[in-house]
């Protein structure tokens, strides 16, 4: 049975085949099995290293998770991927694209291809859930109002958020507003869709929502979707493929079977959430008698 | 001793880096072709937050210093028997410097406080990188409107600032302590220049206008996105913009008015 869901998601492919953007710079994207491509990137903040030598590769139109400890350079990682940062060696190339390479004005144009759903949503404050989601469509193309007004609502519709265009971001709760941010980063029907943490302080409820959010736009928009995320369970759920990272490494990469299968003991700790292991539960200390009894 | 040195050095490059940074974000705003559909509906609704809303602390204290320069001068000049030239004393003096200097101390406080603080919660709440990941320049779009409305406003409201206080002064001249009207207004108009004058003190409000929005700016696209680091820029916003004020005020003085 079709569900109001369904019936949107069969809405936007067909608005998708009978307009077109206007782009100020065309950053043709070749098609290619891998969408993104990472090579012996290197990063450091400080005396910190990030990223010793990262290598992943992201298969088009797939969901490919990315996941990993906390201060492992997952979010870095997506800055990368998005051309905020740039790294101290190696590259990112988009489509064959390298995009340290780019002008600012072709940095810019190839965003356009790009959606990212931000942590914390980063809704614009001052615009209501509507001109949220009709801003990338506003600046990005020359649609007549009344066609833009008919796409919001479809991607609103889309996440179950119709209802409320009329909200200011601060009316809203954390989950509503992770779901008009996804709205938003859709709203141009990008090529790649990249998550940060989208799984992060949610609700069971709001959790079940994204996730089969995220599976069912991938299927029928047809993008590429990363998932940073260390929400082992709903990640694995859904992701045709992981990486694992750890101490500025890819440690381990493959399906969620694979994943799971891992010999790997580093692997084993972080999916199966143990306390002690290759990360160890103490930190280093003398020993513990001759410290008591001083 | 190597490592005080190797510190010197790193605080004076990331200084330098900082003012490289300070000058590229100027060049992109001011140069960057705008954005024809948005850009003067931007711009308007900026002018309306920076200089609209900064209009009632300006005219209320270019009220009272106007009247406080009024009471001072007759003051001082009733001694000598040249209560006559309160009113060239008053215009000359708000025309000249506080109109401009005061103006933008107050617009420092007011309006660069308030654009640190907006541009600073943009970037702690990732509105910024947001705008970038939708294929929006932050600089064209946040930056630039917030830049121009504020070198447009400030000469509009120094001029505003001037005005009031001529009007305070008569107030309290004419009206409180007994100056004749006619003398007032008369050598005023006979000591007052347009060029001289008037021009360079608009030209002080704009130099100001440009120092205050550019610190503004920088400082909330520079602060670290906590709620600390926003206090912090904030604060450096009204310091650093105060004592460029000033120190301007000097030079430019000093070029217009002194044999320099």
Redesign the interface.
Known sequence: MLTDYDIAITDINYWKCYFSYKRTEDVSLSNTDNIIEINHLEFSRGDRVIFKDINICIPKGKITAVMGPSGSGKTTLL?MI?G?LTPDAGGVKVSGVPIAGLS?KAL??M??K???L???G????EMSVFENVA??LQ??TDLEPSLIRDIVLMKLHAVGLRGAIDLMPSELSGGMARRV?LA?AIA?DPEIVMYDEPFAGQDPVGMGVLVTLIKKLNQSLGHTSVIISHDIQETLSIADYICIMAEGEVIAAGTAQEIKESASAQVQQFINGYPDGPVPFHFPAQDYLAQLKG | MFDFLALIGHQSISKLAGFGRAAIILSYALVAWPEPKSSFKLLVKQLYHVGVKSLLIIAVSGLFIGMVLGLQGYTILVDFGSEQSVGQMVALSLVRELAPVVTALLFAGRAGSALTAEIGLMKATEQLASLEMIGVDPLRRIVAPRLWAGFISMPILSMIFAVVGVYGGALVSIEWLGVYSGSFWSVMQGSVDFYDDVLNGVIKAIVFGIAVTWVALYQGLESVPTSEGISQSTTRTVVYSSLIILALDFVLTALMFGDV
């Open positions: 800055k998005g905020q600012r810019f144009a965003r356009k790009m959606g990212m931000f942590q914390s980063a809704l614009f404050s801003f990338p600046v990005n941010a938003r141009l």
